[in-house]
């Protein structure tokens, strides 16, 4: 069964940082393309950041660019989003979801972990 | 970027009625169209990709249709459990883009 749990959220201070981490199982992680999509309360879907399978492919949304860093641990079955620079339009939840290739769309996805900015 | 309209953003139906819903694009992106459920606390679930192609284990209720930049979303006999968030995604090009989302109410 395919598995992804996100980890890491929390309240943070605007201009403060944190890791979200997502933990796969269930198939193998190092074939797939991974994604970050966020969901800010009661907003819709925004799409966050892409990483291929070998990491040698990356894409960031406008938005986040030069302040999240996305990256993959495949001897672990882990993805990362580092965030820095956080601000209150950040506060979302962080959803990791699994996507085969770029040419195919977000099959599974995590529960979400809560991140919230605030002072 | 590519901008999706998706509407209606609000749809009041009655259990067994056939609803739609509708995804225009701001460019052509072939058919590399998605559908996602999305019910209150849950992650969104794929429904449909590739325009049309229905997810494995979703119900035949479902059905998409488009390509190019207009796209549709079908439910021909809505059940109880449909009530929720529907939201169409391109994965054409990067930046990734997702509709504002329809909810489906219980009318």
């Known amino acids: 069964e395919v598995q992804l749990v996100e980890s890491g959220g929390g309240l943070v201070q605007p201009g403060g940082s944190l890791r979200l981490s997502c933990a796969a199982s269930g198939f193998t992680f190092s074939s797939y393309s991974m994604n970050w999509v966020r969901q800010a309360p009661g907003k819709g879907l925004e799409w966050v950041s892409y990483?291929?399978?070998?990491?040698?492919?990356?894409y960031y949304a406008d938005s986040v660019k030069g302040r999240f860093t996305i990256s993959r641990d495949n001897a672990k079955n882990s993805l990362y989003l580092q965030m820095n620079s956080l601000r209150a339009e950040d506060t979302a939840v962080y959803y990791c979801a699994r996507g085969e290739t770029p040419s195919n769309p977000l099959d599974y996805w995590g529960q979400g972990t809560l991140v919230t900015v605030s002072s | 970027a590519i901008w999706m309209t998706q509407s209606p953003s609000l749809l009041s139906a009655s259990t067994g009625d056939r609803v739609t819903i509708s995804c225009r694009m701001s460019?052509?992106?072939?058919?590399?169209l998605a559908w996602y459920q999305q019910k209150p606390g849950k992650a969104p679930e794929l429904l449909i990709y590739?325009?049309?192609t229905l997810q494995s284990g979703v119900p035949s209720r479902f059905s998409g249709s488009g390509s190019g930049t207009d796209f549709t979303l079908t439910i021909s006999c809505l059940q109880s459990e449909d009530f929720a968030t529907y939201y169409c995604?391109?994965?054409?090009?990067?930046?990734?883009?997702f509709g504002q989302g329809t909810k489906v109410e219980i009318k």
């Open positions: 995604q391109q994965y054409y090009s990067f930046p990734w883009t």
């Open positions: 590739a325009a049309s």
């Open positions: 990483i291929s399978s070998s990491s040698s492919t990356i």
């Open positions: 460019q052509g992106i072939s058919s590399y």
